[in-house]
């Protein structure tokens, strides 16, 4: 059974690094083409200050569009993929505690 999960073990890595960054590239490229749009969701969530909500909400796109390149083009795959977990980790927390309370 371990032989098994050593044979396929690269593949499932790479199936998983490749579904990451297309997941982060194709959220970073919607974003991208109306940066005022996602600064006003970042702002929605209510949990940052204006301002640094206004600023995430530019910068965030970009930081996406670079996480999900390099995830797929498979450079610092262990720093990026654990951003990438932690971003997608930041924006459940987000939608449950907007769900929460109601907004």
Known sequence: MQDKFKLY?????LLARLGLG???LAAGGLKIGNLQKS???VRAYEMLPVGLANF?????PWIEIGMGLLLIVGVAVSIVG????LTMLAF????????????
């Not at 654990?82 to 977990?85: H, T």
């Not at 459940?92 to 505690?97: M, T």
């Open 22 to 24: 297309g997941v982060l």
């Open 39 to 41: 600064a006003m969701s």
């Open 82 to 85: 654990l951003l990438g977990a």
């Open 9 to 13: 073990q690269p593949w499932l890595t």
């Open 92 to 103: 459940v927390v987000a939608i449950a505690q907007a769900w929460a309370r109601g907004l």
């Open 56 to 60: 995430l909400g530019f910068v965030l």
